[in-house]
């Protein structure tokens, strides 16, 4: 049985299994030595990977799935509310509250799990005080609705520990079904770093490629960066810190925890610059592979 990352991540195996085997592809890359040997062990590892997966199309139910439908409920309640405060404090000409409510689904739903719980309660204490505001109160949000998302973080919060030890019972199956899928993952990072080579002589096979090399979950594709934005001297977190990408129109800003993220990004090669007030900007070069979220942390010296 499969959970639900275990699945999207067998899903999209199986679309690359079934490009590369295609007649119509085959004399696309295998002219081309080192793609061609890529294919022949993704293909070996798929087979290993299928299997150890006894019922391919049932996922797991129960404590891990009822926790996913709370962090999407909350991740969706939070950016409304954090649109409305946002809009409210660029009315009222208050930069810090607007910064501080710079927070979108996505940045929530890539939250870690134990910081799903701080982040409500700080966004709760920050618009606590204006619900008695009679320029902010046709906004909608009272203090009702806060409790109930703070009861729903809360009870998000106290399944974790019970996800996690349906995961541990999972036993040795699951723990070599993970293995499988970290060994395909390399996989793929080997085909992003080679898949350019046909982007000149076919363009369509470079697009099929990273059309299935992507997982789908919860409405986002999962390719990008995030990560967390600190001082160099005190290690705070910086809120309000400007993440972009160099070439692109993608820009995140990072919110109230120091948290960023950038995702449906193509994969290869990229300039990250992080530049914030008050601290000396960086330039680094970061790969991003295609189907996953990677780790870009960055630590700004003040000037």
Known sequence: ???????????RFVQLDNLFGLSTNKPIFEPYLPFKQNVAIFTGHFIDFDKLIPDK???????????????????????????????FALKSDNTSLEAEMNVTESDIIHMKEADILPF???????????????????????????ATQFTNATNFND??????????????????????????????????LLINQFLDTNPNFVAEYHKNATIIHTGIHHSGIQGKVTEAETGVVIFGATIRIIGLTKVAVTNLLGNYSIISVQAKDYQIQVGAPGFVSQTVIHHIFSGSIGVLNFVMKAL
Do not use: H, W
């Not at 049985?1 to 899903?11: A, F, T």
């Open 120 to 146: 409500v309660s700080n966004t709760i204490d920050t618009i606590t005080p204006f619900l008695t505001n009679v320029a902010y109160i046709p906004y909608g949000i009272t203090a009702i609705f806060l």
């Open 57 to 87: 199309g049932v996922l797991t139910t129960g404590l891990t799935e009822g926790k996913l439908e709370i962090k999407e409920g909350l991740a969706k309640a939070f950016a409304l509310i954090c649109s409305k405060t946002k809009e």
């Open 159 to 192: 399944q974790i520990g019970a996800a996690r030890a349906i995961i541990i019972t999972d036993n040795i199956a699951n723990k070599n079904i993970n293995k499988a899928i970290k060994v395909l993952q390399t996989d793929l990072n080997s085909f992003d």
């Open 1 to 11: 049985m499969l959970n639900l990352d275990q699945s999207n991540e067998y899903r």
